[in-house]
Every structure is written in C-alpha cells, then in structure tokens.
C-alpha cells in the first residue's frame, strides 16, 4: 500500500504540474494619441515567426459586437471564439493610457516572435499593425512607438 501511495505522489510531483505553462509577466502601458472620437478596441497578439497569430494575449474592449471589425484579429480569433476572459477590459478614449499586465509565454522570447497591437476606433480607422515589434528580452523592458492611435507602449517586466 505504502508504494501505491507513493508511486501516485511520485507521478502527481512529476507530471502533475506539467500542464502549467512557464510565462513572463509584463506590464503593459499603452498611451493614446489625442483624438476626437469614441475609445480604442485594442488587441494584443503574440505572432509566430511565420507573421500569423498564434495567441491573444488581452483586448481592450468588452462589446465583443464589435470585434468583427478588427478584421484581421478577427479572421484568427472568430473561427474558434476562445474565452477572452481575464484579459480583457474598458475601451480607453483619445489622449488616456491604461497599464495592464500580459502574459507572455517564456519560450517564445528570443525566439523570431512578435508583439501585435492592433487598434480600431468605431467611425474612424482601422489598424492592423499600429505597432508590431519582435519579442527579445531586450523590448520586454523598452518603449515602442504605435503609427495609429497609439503613441506609445511601455513594457516592464516584472521580477
């Protein structure tokens, strides 16, 4: 009985927490630029080498109505829907900055990976790389400047 118990405690030690995936936490600020208008959907995606969305690591903005017209973004994400729960949250309006902290998966630094930040506003544009940059452990604690709405984002990571 004692070597039942033992071998389950064994496998629980050695496989169970296999499942866990080893990430990065970062924090996230994106400042906008000064617009007139309704608040950013804004979509942050981890890209593959190849340049095709692998992951979405947080969306800013909850009406999920309207995430058909993030049309690239959408084109990944619409075929399965997968929950966005967690990482999500308000819309931020022109000029305004939110800080977040994304998840990002370790093995993927340094890797030929890359950052996405598409952003929308309704009645205005639409842009599917207002700032894309590659994932090195060197950008994980720079500024990057966005060519849409965003003016920047700031990335720290966390210890």
């Known amino acids: 009985m004692k070597n039942v118990i033992l071998l389950v405690i064994s496998s629980l030690v050695l496989f169970g927490f296999s499942g866990l995936k080893d990430e990065t936490k970062v924090r996230c600020m994106i400042q906008l630029k000064n617009y007139d208008g309704e608040g950013a ?11 095709e969305y692998e992951k979405t690591l947080y969306v800013q ?4 109505q309207w995430y058909h017209d993030i049309d690239e973004w959408w084109s990944f994400y619409g075929k399965e829907r997968p929950s966005l729960d967690g990482i999500t949250g308000a819309t931020i309006g022109g000029g305004e900055r939110t800080i977040r902290e994304i998840n ?13 930040f598409e952003t929308s506003v309704e ?14 452990t060197e950008n994980l604690t720079s500024q990057q400047k966005g060519k849409g709405f965003i003016r920047y984002v700031r990335l720290m990571k966390k210890s």
């Not at 903005?61 to 999920?64: K, L, Q, R, V, Y």
């Open 61 to 64: 903005g909850e009406d999920d």
């Open 41 to 51: 959907y804004i979509i942050v995606s981890l890209m593959n080498p190849k340049g």
């Open 123 to 136: 009645d205005e544009d639409y842009f599917p790389t207002d700032l894309e940059f590659s994932l090195t």
């Open 104 to 116: 990002i998966p370790t093995d993927k630094i340094d890797k030929g990976y890359k950052l996405r």
